[in-house]
């Protein structure tokens, strides 16, 4: 539901703003006063075409932005969270800049966003039917989800759509299968001449590091002995070794303890450096006597290290690695030779699956069918009390690839003169007749949904322009009536200039052109109590408002809020 509305150097428009609210908006005004400019402003909220022409002349840029409350059906936050787009407490801010020279911007919850992401959004949020407006009502796909949502067709959708799903990820797997079969076959005796060579190194995780520290061993085998009989005799072997010396402080201190007792606490600290320094000089012992120096272990290290550095330079960065390669390897080589009796087992699931598409699809369309009679005669009720009633209404079948959606290609089709040949909508209807057929189809939706009582398709912003073109009296007293009926499911916004339509709104707008420096301005104002009567009294009356003009206009607003 759009909640507020701001326009700032659009055509005529300085800068208003305007809250919306929930139920029947209505939008009056003279003839020229900027109405319709009001909701092409809105349309660009939509992901309508900018056009750099329609700034206010002395302005660099013209600007539009929307408040919505946020959608709320999985559809919509799915395509949000897809974009990064996250509604801040409850409201979605949309907004669209026009640049003089000819490029616009479009943001969304202050984030940047392609035309095309506006458009996808704009089909969730609102609705324009008017003259000058691509219709979403001439879309195939909308007329397909109007036709489901009079016939209450929601779960057999939801049953299409599931097995829809199964059916293609299942063609999908057996095409990649028949797609990969030949290549798979030229790899096969790679995958296991590449097996076998890893098996013959019998690598062994962490192998090559302890190689790697044994061959440092070897190669610095007289450096390390140099050093670690230095070291053994330095601390154990010298007659001036380290043991020696502190063995002898020990036992001075000892000697010093019985003359001094506090010297003994030092005696005792020093003790087990004693002991220390004898455990590391056996430890330097042993190892010396385990040294010794192997020419061939070191040509053996040298060469179980070059299998392994060739097995890590075709397989992987580490044996750790190389060893995964070898898994991986296995389960494509299994695979490979398991295609045939994988592909016999996806083939015959393939079958099922369509088979079970199939009728769930005919299943759907048959009521579709069924209830695209209803529809067409309701529709032409609806229109002959819409000032139509030479209007004729068909939904035509054709066949579809197989979508999520079922096989059906529907398309509605309309003959507004008598001995016409039905066509589509967009081809044969003006303006008005666009909006009243549209405002048909809403009210025999709305009115469907209520009586299955099931849930409504998500609410949305509906903009009607030029509702009211071509009727008058007995016809546009059932245009507001449906206007109100339509305004209980969704926010209706409506253009009219008749007062029988704007008695029944809920919220009334006067849109008006003022001068201001020297200059026009479109403003826009709720008009609530005196206001709006004399607002539908000027309606009435034209440009000289009388006393009995009031009065009828009192009367009319008590007769639309019976």
């Not at 319709?36 to 349309?43: K, L, N």
């Not at 450096?273 to 012992?285: D, K, M, N, P, Q």
């Amino acid at each position: 539901m759009l909640v507020e509305l701001v326009i700032e150097n659009y055509a005529v428009i300085d800068r208003i703003r305007a809250r919306f609210h929930s139920g029947l908006n209505l939008l009056t005004g003279e003839t020229g006063s900027g109405k319709s400019i009001v909701v092409d402003a809105f349309g660009l909220l939509l992901g309508g075409r900018a056009s750099p022409e329609m700034i206010r002349t002395g302005a660099q840029k013209a600007r539009v932005s929307g408040i919505f409350e946020a959608p709320t059906s999985p559809a919509t936050r799915a395509l949000l969270e897809s974009a990064g787009i996250e509604p801040e407490d409850g409201e979605l801010l949309i907004e669209r800049e026009i640049l003089a020279g000819g490029k616009s911007r479009a943001f969304v919850s202050n984030r940047p966003v392609t035309a095309s992401l506006l458009r996808r959004l704009g089909e969730h949020l609102g609705d324009i039917h008017g003259q000058h407006d691509q219709q979403q009502l001439f879309d195939p796909g909308a007329q397909l989800g109007m036709l489901d949502a009079f016939a209450g067709n929601a779960a057999m959708r939801n049953s299409v759509r599931d097995h829809y799903v199964l059916w293609r990820s299942c063609r999908q797997e057996l095409e990649d299968l028949n797609r990969s079969e030949q290549e798979n076959r030229r790899l096969a005796d790679l995958w296991s001449f590449q097996i076998r060579e890893i098996e013959e190194a019998a690598p062994k995780p962490g192998e090559d590091a302890e190689l790697e520290a044994e061959r440092r061993r070897l190669q610095n085998f007289a450096r390390i002995e140099e050093a670690a009989r230095a070291a053994y005799e330095a601390l154990y072997e010298s007659p001036d070794s380290a043991l020696t010396q502190i063995r002898n402080s020990v036992k001075r201190l000892e000697e010093l303890a019985r003359i001094d007792p506090s010297l003994g606490e030092m005696a005792q600290t020093l003790r087990p450096c004693e002991f220390a320094a004898e455990e590391v000089s056996f430890g330097l012992r042993d190892y010396l006597g385990r040294m010794e120096f192997s020419p061939e272990r070191l040509e053996e290290i040298e060469t179980r290290l070059a299998v392994l550095d060739k097995l890590k330079r075709k397989y992987g960065a580490s044996l750790e690695k190389t060893l995964a390669y070898r898994e991986e390897a296995r389960a494509r080589l299994s695979a490979a030779e398991n295609a045939e009796e994988r592909r016999t087992m996806l083939e015959k699931r393939l079958a099922e699956l369509a088979g079970a598409y199939e009728e769930a699809a005919a299943r759907l369309s048959h009521s579709r069918k069924t209830a695209a009679l209803r529809l067409a005669k309701r529709v032409e009720e609806e229109l002959s009390a819409l000032a139509m009633e030479r209007t004729r209404f068909h939904a035509d079948f054709g066949e579809a690839p197989w979508s999520p959606e079922g096989f059906d290609a529907v398309r509605f089709l309309v003959s507004p003169n008598l001995g016409e040949e039905p066509r589509p909508l967009e081809k044969v209807a003006s303006g008005g007749e666009i909006s009243r057929i549209a405002l048909a189809l809403k009210s025999c939706t709305a009115a469907s949904v209520n009586a299955k009582e099931t849930a409504p398709e998500t609410a949305r912003t509906l903009v009607f322009d030029e509702v009211d073109a071509g009727i008058g009296g007995r016809a546009a007293e059932v245009v507001g009536r449906r206007l109100k009926l339509l305004s209980q499911s969704h926010q209706v916004l409506c253009v009219t200039h008749l007062a029988q339509i704007a008695g029944f709104a809920a919220h009334h707008y006067c849109v008006e052109k003022r001068e201001s420096g020297g200059r026009t301005i479109t403003a826009i104002r709720e008009l609530e109590g005196e206001d709006r009567t004399r607002e539908i009294g000027r309606m009435m009356s034209g440009e000289k408002l009388t006393a009995e003009a009031l009065r009828h206009a009192e009367k009319l607003l008590e007769m639309c809020a019976r």
